[in-house]
C-alpha cells in the first residue's frame, strides 16, 4: 500500500465516530504490530494503535491469519461480550485462513403485555336489558339533587355492567412490523424481487429467472 493509500484510509479511520458495540474487521496488512503489547515500529502502523487505543478498542486476533502475519483483525469495544477468535484454514482458495468467533448478546427484554378488552366476545344484551331495569328510589322533597344521583347511580352501574359484559384479554406488541437491524435496503430490494417472481411461478431453487418478453 502506497503511503498517500495509507493516509487516506488512516483518515477515514479517524473520522469514523465509534458507538457501543462496535465491531470493525478486515484485512488490515499491518504486519508488524505486536497485538499483545500494542507496539511496532512503522510509523502508519503506529498510528493505526493509537486510534485503536484512543477509541477504547481492542483487537482481538492473536494468531496468525497468512502465513506468520496477523493481518486480519477483529477489533471491537465488546470484547467481553466475544468468544476467543478460532482460527482455521480457508474453505475456499484463499491465502488468508478463516476467522470465526460468537457475540454473545444479551437477552432481549421482556414483553410488555397490555390489559384490553375483547369486543369478539362482548355480551351487549346484558348492559342493555339491566339499564332497561334499573331503578332508584326518588325522594320528592329533593327531586334535582335525587336526579343527580340518579345519574350518577346509573354511570356506575353502567360501567360495571360493561366490565361484566366485555371480557379482558392480553395483548402483546407485534413485532411483525419491526424489521431486524439486518434488513438494509438492498436485501429488502431483493426480497420483493423474489417474492414478485414467486407469485408468478418464475422462481427456481438456486435463482431467479427473468421473465420471458
Not at 435496503?185 to 423474489?194: D, T
Request: hydrophobic letters at 35%; proline letters at 8%; glycine letters at 2%.
Amino acid at each position: 500500500m502506497s503511503q498517500d493509500a495509507h493516509s487516506a484510509f488512516l483518515e477515514t479511520l479517524e473520522n469514523i465516530k465509534v458507538l457501543p458495540n462496535t465491531i470493525i474487521l478486515g484485512d488490515f496488512n499491518y504486519p508488524g504490530i505486536d497485538w499483545v503489547n500494542y507496539q511496532c515500529s512503522n510509523s502508519y502502523a503506529q498510528r493505526f494503535i493509537e486510534f485503536i487505543n484512543s477509541n477504547a478498542l481492542e483487537q482481538l486476533v492473536c494468531s496468525p491469519t497468512r502465513g506468520d502475519n496477523i493481518l486480519d483483525l477483529i477489533i471491537t469495544n465488546m470484547g467481553a461480550h466475544c468468544t476467543t477468535p478460532i482460527i482455521t484454514p480457508s474453505l475456499v482458495r484463499s491465502n488468508h485462513k478463516l476467522i470465526t468467533l460468537d457475540i454473545l448478546t444479551p437477552p432481549p427484554p421482556p414483553v410488555k403485555e397490555t390489559i384490553v378488552k375483547n369486543l369478539s366476545k362482548a355480551n351487549f344484551k346484558l348492559p342493555a336489558s339491566e339499564v332497561e331495569s334499573f331503578t332508584i328510589p326518588l325522594q320528592k322533597d329533593n327531586d334535582i339533587q335525587d336526579a343527580e344521583s340518579y345519574t350518577k347511580a346509573l354511570y356506575i352501574h353502567l360501567q360495571d355492567c360493561m366490565n361484566r359484559a366485555i371480557p379482558n384479554k392480553t395483548k402483546t406488541p407485534s413485532s411483525s412490523k419491526k424489521k431486524p437491524v439486518w434488513w438494509t435496503p438492498a436485501i429488502s430490494k431483493l426480497y420483493n424481487k423474489r417474492r414478485k417472481h414467486t407469485k408468478k411461478g418464475q422462481i427456481s431453487s438456486r435463482k431467479i429467472i427473468p421473465d420471458q418478453h
